[in-house]
């Protein structure tokens, strides 16, 4: 992987390295991976679905997108993800922001990075 590439991913809090490793090194097979994490609508799924009160669909989305930043070390994201998770596996929309700021700024550096280093690639 291009310095510019990893400096990019790494700047937005994504774990190089350890992905690398969890996806045999193979980096086309990374990128394509990262290229569906920005087309994915499981943000906007939780973000509805905090905004409808739906505990069981935020639940859901908070869950599916916790493995998928997990399965990518998409660190920056996983930090502020899993705390949620926890709030909504116990049944509850307290605690859970209902903007969003922190989680939608950082997965929108997140995409950004991504859509840098893809088109380049």
Same mark, same amino acid.
């Given at each position: 992987?291009?310095? $510019?590439?990893?400096?990019?991913?790494?700047?937005?809090?994504?774990?190089?390295? $350890? /992905?690398?490793?969890?996806? *045999?090194?193979?980096?086309?097979?990374?990128?394509?991976? *990262? %290229?569906?994490?920005?087309?994915?609508? *499981?943000?906007?799924?939780? @973000?509805?679905?905090?905004? %409808?009160?739906?505990?069981?669909?935020?639940?859901?989305? /908070?869950?599916?997108? @916790?493995?998928?930043?997990?399965?990518?070390?998409?660190?920056?994201?996983?930090?502020?993800?899993?705390?949620?998770? =926890?709030?909504?596996?116990?049944?509850?929309?307290?605690?859970?922001? =209902?903007?969003?700021?922190? *989680?939608?700024? $950082?997965?929108? %550096?997140?995409?950004?990075?991504?859509?840098?280093?893809?088109?380049?690639?």
């Amino acid at each position: 992987m291009k310095d $510019t590439a990893r400096t990019v991913l790494t700047e937005a809090g994504i774990n190089v390295d $350890t /992905a690398l490793k969890r996806f *045999l090194d193979d980096e086309e097979m990374y990128f394509e991976f *990262l %290229n569906s994490f920005v087309e994915d609508t *499981l943000m906007s799924r939780l @973000k509805q679905a905090v905004q %409808n009160g739906s505990v069981d669909d935020a639940f859901e989305a /908070a869950h599916a997108l @916790k493995g998928l930043c997990a399965n990518l070390s998409i660190d920056s994201m996983s930090k502020m993800i899993v705390p949620m998770v =926890e709030i909504l596996r116990g049944r509850s929309m307290e605690g859970i922001p =209902e903007d969003f700021k922190g *989680l939608s700024q $950082t997965y929108e %550096n997140v995409c950004a990075a991504i859509t840098k280093v893809c088109t380049v690639q």
